[in-house]
């Protein structure tokens, strides 16, 4: 059989930022109904060639073909017109519209001048059962799962009658359950002749669903290849130019005094619904204990209640002997503690500050930072260029806003300024890695382990089954609110760790 | 080498910066202008010389540059007022009412407290304490804005409003009552002259602008650098940009807000003594219509910069300056210059208008509508 015909081909395309050559001279195509993995380090330029693609950016250099044809995308109007559908790391939805309103935004469809819901929710429904997609067109965007959130995304780039959609980094905030679902979803499209380009950091997820794999450097294209003929190891070294170490080195611990004690906790969230119920566990100094669980079970409730951004209905706190219940995160910082927040853009950053203040954020106002009441922006300057090198966050420089940073490169400046800081004696990391390349979380991991042999306690939260069992010495599993179990680390199994976050009932072995 | 590049490639970027920043409001002021001369063509007036006497008047001789001075002080002090709040991530709404209190208290004190203490004050401790306690009640009576949005949520647009209503009816009840004028000519609602002791003197001769004026621009200077340069300005500006993150960093939300809102106050409360202390002499009803809802003009147009706000105060004060000169050369009406004052307003605050005529490519961060995950 002949190789499908090619819908979409960019050739020589370049894009200059100010400081980054972000797009060098790449040449890339997709076939039909196929999906084309795109792989990188954090800040290779795989956004800003999709980017480029769908016209929010516009290459200085190099032409776009789609189906043979070279076309002029100014806008996203362009993009859409020629059949292509975009789904951004940042979902583009309105909140309190519905689906369906979010779904006709910008091609609204009326019937006498006034909008025509039922004929767009009827469409929609339609395109939901034919791709088994499973979104009501009625329902109100805000309250959805992050899952569903996305599938909405897909729905408008279908409706739309995309031929070509780009996903990037969508799985980074599913659980594995939607991932899956993800995956079915967009084999099913594939099967109807829609060809997909899908940016993900997750190796194991490339080689499952990709048909081929473009692995990107430094704005450049180094390789494409097929799964069947490549492997993990490969692909790592591909896109760091370097060996990766997949797994963790770390040695036995010998964990110290207690440092972190929870007692009883019980949380609300905004809903004032009790998401965290009676929990209670220690973390001591030189051990990680892992918070194993399907996201969504009270484990950002937890973490808030610990770090001072959310109080406690009941229960007990106490860090390093003090009692920290319900107290501000002034406080709950200056006893010891680092936080890596779940969502870096609502609470680790101000997108619009540079990075160098960005470093600073915590604690801005303490010496060096601070020199009675006036910011030194010399201190802030070489702690930032401190920081950027050890951690090998891709900036053209300190004083460039963080938002401009790639995804996975924001990523580093939170785990930077936060394991970094003097004093640490508690680590709360929510998701640490999210977003992050391999050779970045061997980095992190590598940082967080030794942090641990400092005598630091850590609590680390993840989605990512596979870091809770390489970084944890004890793991705790957390279910509709509850620990439901806490285990040694090396005795137990993934399949173990599994049921409990599934809610059975099992003894541990 | 490095720093030698580096400083010549920051200072480019600081003048590219600078004209990134006042692209839209120059051509917004362009476009109205232009616009204005249409509109004076088009009602039988002779654009050009109405431009040249709005020159003229604002600029053309000492004394007009004197007075355009004089006009642009309280537009300096309430656009500060409403720009730091905007830092701040609040909508200060109610500088007109801060001002009439800072006013009605600056009075007072000239007025009143020799009287009180029975015997006369020296200048050095008379005026600056009418100033002071002028510009503290208009912080305080701002703070309380700040005060229910902390705590209750109630939304400053709103609040600010009400206390506008409310400062004003005070005025109007203390000026007609208590504080009145009683000198047997005098028939409107005013207060007393203050005392010789609590007046800011003339920097010239013979002209009406005032040491108020200097202090107007140190305060926008002192302004810039709170917000850009010290450990509170961190927070004022974190606390605007992100809320969720300035809780994150250990930053006492509630205290900024009421802080920033107080501090708006403050500089709204100024506006109002200054202009008591300075060109007055007494608090006169109806004295300021308008002051503080063309604050939030000037703070739009001056992109929230202090410097920004000096500028575009000066704007706002020449044109209201030169109106009559305008109107004398070509018997328009002056009501035209405030035409083509909201002309301006409009191209700035509809910036997407500006960037259609001009094509020019929006510039900076997308609007974050959920969140999903960031790169
Ligand atoms: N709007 C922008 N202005 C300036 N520089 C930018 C902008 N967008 C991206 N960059 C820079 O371009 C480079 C490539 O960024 P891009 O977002 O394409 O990376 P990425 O491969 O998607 O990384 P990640 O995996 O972290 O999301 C980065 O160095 C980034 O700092
Ligand atoms: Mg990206």
Redesign the interface.
């Given at each position: 059989m002949s190789e499908p015909k090619i819908v979409l081909e960019a050739k020589g395309v370049t894009k200059q930022f100010p400081g980054v050559l972000a797009n060098d001279n790449v040449d890339f195509d997709l076939r039909k109904g196929e999906i084309h993995a795109l792989l990188g380090e954090n800040g290779a330029g795989k956004s800003t060639l999709m980017n480029l693609i769908y016209g929010l950016h516009h290459p200085d250099k190099g032409e776009i073909f789609v189906n043979g044809k070279h076309i002029a995308i100014h806008s996203p109007n362009d993009s859409i017109a020629a059949g292509i559908g975009m789904v951004h790391q940042h979902f583009m939805l309105i909140p309190v519209f519905t689906v369906a309103e979010n779904v006709m935004l910008g091609d609204e469809t009326t019937k006498r001048g006034s909008l025509d819901r039922v004929a767009v929710a009827a469409k929609i429904n339609k395109i939901s059962k034919q791709y088994g997609l499973d979104v009501d067109a009625n329902a109100l965007v805000g309250p959805l799962p992050v899952g569903i959130q996305q599938r909405v995304e897909i729905v408008k780039t279908l409706y739309r009658n995309a031929e070509i959609v780009i996903l990037d980094e969508p799985t980074a905030v599913l659980t594995p359950q939607e991932a899956e679902d993800l995956f079915r979803i967009m084999r099913d499209l594939t099967a109807r002749g829609v060809s997909i380009i899908f940016i993900t950091h997750k190796l194991k997820e490339v080689l499952a669903v990709a048909d081929r794999i473009t692995v990107m450097r430094a704005g450049r294209v180094i390789n494409t290849v097929k799964p069947s003929e490549t492997d993990s190891a490969q692909l790592a070294n591909m896109m760091v130019g370097r060996q990766v170490i997949l797994t963790v080195n770390k040695k036995d611990h010998e964990a110290a005094e207690e440092i972190l004690k929870v007692e009883g906790l019980s949380v609300r969230d905004q809903r004032d619904l009790e998401t965290v119920h009676n929990v209670s566990f220690t973390v001591r100094g030189g051990e990680v204990l892992g918070i194993a669980g399907v996201q969504g079970n009270g484990q950002t409730e937890l973490s808030e209640a610990l770090t001072g951004l959310r109080s406690p209905t009941s229960g007990k706190v106490t860090i390093g002997g003090k009692d920290l219940t319900g107290k501000p995160p002034r406080i709950i910082t200056e006893a010891g503690l680092a936080h890596i927040p779940e969502d870096r853009q609502r609470h680790g950053l101000v997108l619009s500050y540079t990075v160098a203040d960005n470093m600073a954020l915590c604690d801005y106002y303490q010496i060096p930072f601070s020199v009675r009441g006036v910011i030194q922006p010399k201190a802030l300057d070489e702690n930032s260029r401190k920081l950027i090198s050890a951690y090998d966050v891709r900036t053209p420089s300190p004083f460039v806003n963080a938002g401009k940073l790639s995804g996975g490169n924001q990523q580093k400046v939170i785990v930077a300024r936060e394991l970094s800081r003097g004093n640490v004696k508690l680590v709360v990391a929510n998701q640490p890695t999210r977003g992050l390349d391999v050779g970045s979380i061997e980095y992190i991991h590598s940082e967080i382990i030794k942090m641990r042999d400092r005598g630091v306690a850590v609590l680390l939260i993840s989605a990512e089954l596979d870091e809770i069992m390489a970084l944890s010495d004890r793991i705790a599993v957390m279910y509709r609110g509850q620990i439901v179990a806490i285990v040694d680390s090396k005795k137990t199994t993934r399949e173990q760790l599994g049921l409990w976050m599934a809610g059975a009932h099992v003894e541990p072995a | 080498m490095q720093t030698e590049k580096q400083s010549i490639s920051l200072t480019k970027?600081i003048l590219q910066a600078i004209s990134d920043a006042s692209l839209i409001p120059f051509l917004a002021i362009l476009t109205a202008v232009v616009l204005g001369g249409i509109i004076i063509y088009f009602v039988g007036g002779n654009p050009l010389l109405a431009y040249r006497g709005l020159l003229e008047g604002a600029f053309g001789s000492t004394k007009a540059l004197s007075e355009t001075a004089v006009w642009a002080t309280p537009y300096i002090f309430a656009g500060l007022a409403v720009a730091l709040a905007f830092k701040g991530g609040l909508f200060n709404i109610g500088a007109e009412g801060q001002l009439a209190v800072g006013a009605v208290f600056s009075a007072l004190i000239g007025y009143a407290l020799p009287e009180w203490l029975g015997f006369d004050l020296p200048t050095i401790i008379h005026l600056p304490l009418a100033i002071l306690v002028g510009m503290l009640m208009g912080g305080l009576w701002a703070g309380i804005v700040g005060w229910l949005k902390a705590y209750t949520g109630g939304h400053e647009v709103i609040n600010t409003i009400m206390m506008n209503y409310i400062a004003l009816n005070t005025t109007s009840f203390l000026l007609n009552g208590i504080m009145k004028d009683r000198s047997p000519t005098n028939v409107i609602a005013r207060t007393p002259l203050i005392a010789e002791s609590a007046r800011m003197p003339a920097i010239f001769d013979g002209l009406r602008v005032h040491w108020g004026f200097i202090l107007a621009l140190l305060v926008a200077f002192f302004i810039w650098w709170l917000l850009n340069?010290?450990?509170?300005?961190?927070?004022i500006r974190?606390v605007g940009?992100?809320p969720?993150?300035a809780?994150?960093?250990?930053?006492?939300v509630k205290r900024t807000i009421i802080l920033t809102m107080a501090l708006s106050g403050m500089l709204a409360g100024l506006a109002g003594s200054i202009e008591v202390t300075g060109l007055n002499y007494r608090h006169e009803l109806g004295f300021s219509i308008g002051y503080g809802y063309d604050a939030i003009a000037i703070a739009l147009l001056g992109k929230s910069h202090p410097l920004g706000i000096v500028l575009a105060a000066f704007l706002f004060a020449a044109m209201r300056n030169g109106a009559s000169r305008m109107q004398f050369l070509t018997q328009l009406p002056v009501d035209l210059i405030s035409m083509i004052q909201a002309l301006i307003l409009l191209f700035v605050a509809a910036d997407a208008i500006i960037r259609y005529i001009y094509r020019i490519k929006a510039k900076g961060?997308?609007v974050?509508?959920?969140?999903?995950?960031?790169?």
């Open positions: - | 970027k340069k010290t450990t509170l300005g961190f927070e974190t940009l992100n969720d993150a809780q994150y960093a250990g930053i006492n961060e997308r974050v509508l959920t969140r999903g995950w960031g790169g």
